[in-house]
């Protein structure tokens, strides 16, 4: 396990030995990568629940995700300037500010009925959690000795995914539940607003909180000014990268579209036939498999090069959904919750292969494959479109083909290679 204790090693910034005991900053940020967890997964139980609110279709519906992971896209470089400016803490700050303003506005979208305003609300919120994560990973990294980054980022990361397993809990018991109560549309969409509100107060404490703590003042490293013909080129230039972030966009969008469609799913006569507040509690088997799968994937990458674990991860997927596709009830319902335990190294193995080899381009193709985020907004809402069209079980073909590319980046396209060589 690693040792979050500095003692005696150099700063990250300086290079100068000092005594300097991370932990306590350390413990205090898990606390972000646990609420941004729950936050974002809390979109599983509201897309069914707006859903039926409004009486939406079902690629309307997956405006829920457009909007959020649309966020990612739009906001992640205005985010990325605004931490060099005001630095990580203030940056986490102004995150947890923004990210409260967001789970606010569901108040008055619930009291005027409307979906649009759902949405801007929903906009608002993820935009900061972007500036959170923009904030945050980075400064988690620098909290210490450089060769124990990628343990401190596990751990906070490992509470991430517990906030993802343990908000389907919650928002079944405080909004679906209190939906299959209500006797009309508009208190059904009431049903959102304390549970938000309370959200809201959670992330304003936190921000005065952190506001107050005293957090090493560590800045975002500049790059020495380089020789123009020492920075020539670009991470475009290589093929591995580019397909890498191709890799992210449909890995995030087909993690996302699983989850967005599970309480349908499990909600089909042919599948199940719970109610939503009943199928709402197996989605943390979904995202809790994916937090397991991560400490699993860690020692099996030990002894296996990443490249084939990947592949086999996304081969062992396409034959879940596939089973998922043409079978039902419980065999259905366990295959679609098993991809959940093959996603959890997706994310990590993709992004470290994509940027292998790149040099002084890493922080330009870390930037791309950032942006390639924004899969988890185009993916679900054309999954949305499919649903509509042939129905939802149906619909799973879509992320079949997203895992089928990720099998052939493990296998092939993960090579280090420049275009045109």
């Given at each position: 396990m690693?040792?979050?204790?500095?003692t005696?090693?150099?700063s990250?910034?300086?290079?100068?030995?000092?005594?300097?005991?991370?932990?306590?900053a350390?413990?205090?940020?898990t606390?972000?990568?646990?609420?941004?967890?729950?936050?974002?997964?809390?979109?599983?139980?509201?897309?069914?629940?707006?859903?039926?609110?409004f009486?939406?279709s079902?690629?309307?519906?997956m405006?829920?995700?457009?909007?959020?992971?649309?966020?990612?896209?739009?906001?992640?470089?205005?985010?990325?300037?605004?931490?060099?400016?005001?630095?990580?803490?203030?940056?986490?700050?102004?995150?947890l500010?923004?990210?409260?303003?967001?789970?606010?506005?569901f108040?008055?979208?619930?009291?005027?009925?409307?979906?649009?305003?759902f949405?801007?609300?929903?906009f608002?919120l993820?935009?900061?959690?972007?500036?959170?994560?923009?904030?945050?990973?980075?400064?988690v990294?620098?909290?210490?000795?450089?060769?124990?980054?990628?343990?401190?980022?596990?751990?906070?990361?490992?509470?991430?995914?517990?906030?993802?397993?343990v908000?389907?809990?919650?928002?079944?018991l405080?909004?679906?539940?209190?939906?299959?109560?209500?006797?009309?549309?508009?208190?059904?969409?009431?049903?959102v607003?304390?549970?938000?509100v309370?959200l809201?107060?959670m992330?304003?404490?936190?921000?005065?909180?952190?506001?107050?703590?005293?957090?090493?003042?560590?800045?975002?490293?500049e790059?020495?000014?380089k020789?123009q013909d020492?920075?020539?080129?670009?991470?475009?230039?290589?093929?591995?990268?580019?397909l890498g972030?191709?890799?992210?966009?449909?890995?995030?969008?087909?993690?996302?579209?699983?989850?967005?469609?599970?309480?349908?799913f499990?909600?089909?006569?042919?599948?199940?036939?719970?109610?939503?507040?009943?199928a709402?509690?197996?989605?943390?088997?979904?995202w809790g498999?994916?937090?397991?799968?991560?400490?699993?994937?860690a020692?099996?990458?030990?002894?296996i090069?990443?490249?084939?674990?990947?592949?086999?991860?996304?081969?062992?997927?396409?034959?879940?959904?596939?089973v998922?596709?043409f079978?039902?009830?419980?065999?259905?319902?366990?295959?679609?919750?098993?991809?959940?335990l093959c996603?959890?190294i997706m994310?990590?193995?993709?992004?470290?292969?994509?940027?292998?080899?790149?040099?002084k381009?890493?922080?330009?193709?870390?930037?791309?494959?950032?942006?390639a985020?924004?899969?988890?907004?185009?993916?679900?809402?054309?999954?949305?479109l499919?649903?509509?069209?042939?129905?939802?079980?149906?619909?799973?073909?879509?992320?079949i083909?997203?895992?089928?590319?990720?099998?052939?980046?493990?296998?092939?396209?993960?090579?280090v290679?420049?275009?045109?060589?």
């Amino acid at each position: 396990m690693a040792s979050f204790s500095n003692t005696g090693v150099s700063s990250p910034i300086t290079g100068e030995a000092h005594d300097v005991d991370y932990r306590f900053a350390l413990t205090s940020l898990t606390s972000l990568f646990f609420m941004w967890g729950f936050i974002t997964c809390l979109n599983d139980i509201l897309i069914p629940h707006l859903k039926g609110v409004f009486d939406l279709s079902y690629s309307q519906a997956m405006l829920v995700q457009f909007c959020f992971f649309g966020a990612y896209f739009i906001v992640s470089l205005p985010s990325g300037a605004i931490v060099k400016k005001l630095g990580y803490q203030k940056g986490i700050v102004l995150g947890l500010v923004i990210a409260a303003v967001g789970c606010l506005c569901f108040y008055p979208a619930a009291t005027m009925h409307s979906y649009p305003v759902f949405l801007m609300a929903l906009f608002i919120l993820a935009s900061g959690i972007t500036l959170l994560q923009v904030s945050a990973n980075p400064y988690v990294s620098m909290l210490g000795d450089a060769k124990t980054a990628s343990s401190r980022l596990t751990m906070t990361q490992a509470f991430n995914a517990l906030g993802t397993t343990v908000a389907p809990f919650f928002g079944a018991l405080l909004i679906l539940n209190e939906a299959s109560d209500a006797l009309s549309a508009r208190a059904s969409a009431e049903a959102v607003q304390m549970p938000y509100v309370f959200l809201a107060a959670m992330l304003l404490a936190l921000a005065a909180i952190f506001s107050w703590l005293k957090l090493p003042n560590l800045s975002p490293v500049e790059e020495e000014e380089k020789p123009q013909d020492e920075v020539s080129g670009s991470a475009w230039q290589y093929r591995h990268l580019v397909l890498g972030a191709v890799g992210i966009f449909v890995y995030v969008g087909a993690e996302v579209s699983i989850g967005s469609f599970l309480v349908s799913f499990f909600a089909d006569p042919n599948i199940a036939g719970l109610e939503e507040s009943q199928a709402a509690k197996y989605i943390a088997y979904y995202w809790g498999g994916a937090m397991v799968g991560r400490f699993i994937g860690a020692a099996v990458m030990q002894k296996i090069a990443a490249g084939k674990v990947l592949c086999f991860n996304a081969t062992l997927a396409v034959i879940l959904i596939l089973v998922a596709v043409f079978s039902s009830g419980t065999l259905a319902m366990v295959a679609i919750l098993l991809v959940g335990l093959c996603n959890s190294i997706m994310f990590p193995t993709i992004f470290s292969l994509a940027i292998q080899g790149l040099g002084k381009h890493t922080s330009q193709a870390s930037g791309i494959l950032c942006l390639a985020i924004v899969g988890g907004a185009i993916i679900p809402l054309v999954q949305g479109l499919l649903a509509d069209t042939v129905g939802v079980q149906p619909a799973f073909i879509l992320p079949i083909f997203c895992y089928f590319f990720i099998v052939y980046y493990g296998l092939s396209g993960s090579k280090v290679k420049a275009i045109g060589k």
